[in-house]
């Protein structure tokens, strides 16, 4: 079983949210880096785009796949994290703690939306 943390918000595209007041780190999560495989690059927005909910924000490639990111919540970019840029293999290493975009959240109703940690894991086993 792949490494689910606990207070994180997930959705049923493999990206998480870690709420920190009124922002919120995005990124994948260990079960989607363990299907990807070895991860050479990342394609982030630019810092002051806006994401909506659902919708695509970026994309990963592996070496044996390119997957979109899908946004969780809805928001304006306000960091990326740009260490990814020249070692996209982190997310292998530790996807939670490698977030990829830092997103002032516009609508946090929509973090109901997402599943919570038990929720994911039972997800993952269908």
């Known amino acids: 079983m792949a490494k689910v943390i606990e207070g994180l918000y997930y959705s049923e595209s493999h990206e ?3 709420v920190v007041g009124a922002y919120g780190y995005i990124g994948i999560t260990d079960y989607a880096q363990h299907a ?15 994401i909506e909910v659902d919708e695509d924000f970026g994309a990963i490639e592996s070496v044996k796949a390119a997957s979109d990111l899908k946004a969780p919540v809805s928001g304006k970019v306000i960091e990326i994290n740009e260490v990814l840029e020249d070692e996209p293999e982190l997310l292998n290493k530790d996807a939670y703690e490698n977030w990829i975009i830092k997103v002032e959240l516009t609508d946090t109703s929509e973090l109901k ?9 039972e997800f993952c086993a269908e």
């Open 16 to 18: 998480f949210v870690k």
């Open 113 to 121: 939306n997402l599943m919570d940690e038990k929720a994911y894991k």
């Open 36 to 50: 990807l495989g070895n991860i050479v690059y990342v394609d982030m927005p630019d810092v002051d785009d806006d």
